[in-house]
């Protein structure tokens, strides 16, 4: 079974700072990778969907980006947080298409 | 644009009562859909899904039910127990493409 592994658990960073956000899948092989992001009052919005290394779509355009250096390794950067990138960011991974599994998120508060 | 919407932010239900959590779906497209169940600082886990050639999916307690021609679903616990409060996301897939998510509905189930 697929399993999710996301650090760190909470983060405080000041406006202007950068990011990196680390995710990686154990269990499984070729997953299809995401990031999400629940704001509040926003729900879960999808911001990058991986199929393979070093393919990323963009789902929403801002101040962030992804990459997939391994196969089972997905990243998420910022060059300069903006008090708006604050929420919980969530790292989900499918195989075929069964659902997604999530990762236990990381709760990202930008001062 | 909200592709899936849960009108209701929250719901409060009594300890062995019904717990009925709706889902609208603007794609006609959608041909999957999931129900999520999120704890406050942790990832979404799965709980329940539906494909689109069928109106009802059942496991144990936990109900789904999809109405194509309304573009609605609805998750049906019975009896609440307050283990269950916590938020649930709706979800919806065209074929293996990424899943849209819903803002989600806080379920608060009271002794």
């Known amino acids: 079974s697929q399993t999710i592994h996301q650090w760190p658990a909470t983060l405080v960073q000041p406006v202007g700072s950068p990011l990196s956000l680390e995710c990686t899948v154990e269990g499984t092989s070729n997953p299809n990778l995401y990031w999400y992001r629940q704001a509040a009052g926003r729900g879960l919005q999808l911001l990058f969907y991986?199929?393979?290394?070093?393919?990323i779509s963009s789902e929403v355009p801002q101040n962030l980006s992804a990459s997939r250096p391994q196969d089972r390794q997905f990243i998420l950067s910022s060059k300069k947080l903006l008090l708006s990138d604050s929420g919980f960011y969530l790292c989900?991974?499918?195989?075929?298409?069964?659902?997604?599994?999530f990762g236990s998120g990381t709760r990202l508060t930008v001062v | 644009d909200q592709q899936v919407k849960q009108n209701s932010p929250s719901l409060s239900v009594q300890e062995g009562r019904i717990s009925i959590l709706n889902c609208d779906y603007t794609n006609s497209m959608f041909d999957y859909f999931l129900w999520y169940k999120k704890y406050p600082a942790e990832g979404p886990t799965f709980l329940i899904s539906i494909s689109s050639i069928k109106d009802k999916n059942e496991d144990g307690r936990f109900t789904v039910f999809l109405n194509k021609s309304a573009k609605h679903l609805s998750l049906h616990i019975v009896p609440s127990q307050p283990g269950d409060s916590a938020v649930y996301f709706c979800a919806a897939s065209p074929s293996r493409g990424a899943l849209n998510f819903g803002k989600g509905t806080s379920l608060l189930v009271t002794p």
């Open positions: 989900a991974g499918s195989m075929g298409f069964d659902g997604y599994t």
């Open positions: 991986s199929v393979g290394i070093g393919q």
